[in-house]
């Protein structure tokens, strides 16, 4: 077993997550999300697309998940293509309200398919109309973006552009460059554990002064083999490096591994993320039975 201690001298101001409760509520879904709805069935009405216009399919359910979609991750829409979808960020609860959640891209044929694209629904709206490419590719660099804002595309399109400006009230990203540059950073100053995906784990905790043991997570595992140095590093890891553990195992696709899935979706709803534990296994098809 490989591990790495990291330590968390300044945590940010504490929001209590459903780390103690039996199951974690799930967010209501913000007004916004409904008006977007209402929008594409508006210019469905008069011919046009919401998805071919500005490269938006709002979802109608709870939406479809994918084996790299974070099982804190609550996706409203997709692209409408390659699988990619986009999703609000949780935190494993510590965000209670949607309206300010970050939102996620999920590109599952993609090597690196989760990203932040937005620092909430608003902001994502604004990224959309400005430069969509953030949403549907992810090149590790900000500097990779400011080669592909948008540019004029057929009247027809235009059209529904500028109604989508005026109705959501958009405020243009002019310098995609810099917007994703400080949102990575902003991110990273938040999360108290990194990820393999980048998208990290926030503190669960007020206490300042916390040292997270992580495990090092291969790019294969046997259950058979990893199983008992698994669960000894779950026997006292702080519930942010389990989180992190489980964020990583998603990461390198270990989760087809029935040993591995099993002991984590026990460990999830031991300490209060049946919710969670449900979402991922979601993605993997696997229905949650209770004994």
Known sequence: MKI???SRS???????AAANQKTASLPTMPPIIKELIRFEDELEMERHSLGFDLGLVMERGSGTRYMPTPPDVIPFAHAGRDGIHYGFLTDFGMTRSLEEAPIVAVAPMSVNSVWLVARSIREFLNVLYSCPELLTRFDGTAESYQLHAITEGDPRQERVRE???????ITPVTDPCEYMTRLMEDRRRQVAVPTLNGLGVRSLSDTRDICHTCYTVPEQIDWQLNGPAVQLFFASATPEAKLAFVRDIQSNHLLTDDGL???VDGELRTFGFAEVADRLNESYYIPYIEA
């Open 163 to 169: 109604r989508f400006r005026e109705r959501f009230n």
């Open 4 to 6: 790495q201690t990291l």
């Open 261 to 263: 899935r099993t002991f």
């Open 10 to 16: 300044a945590a940010l101001p504490y929001r209590r």
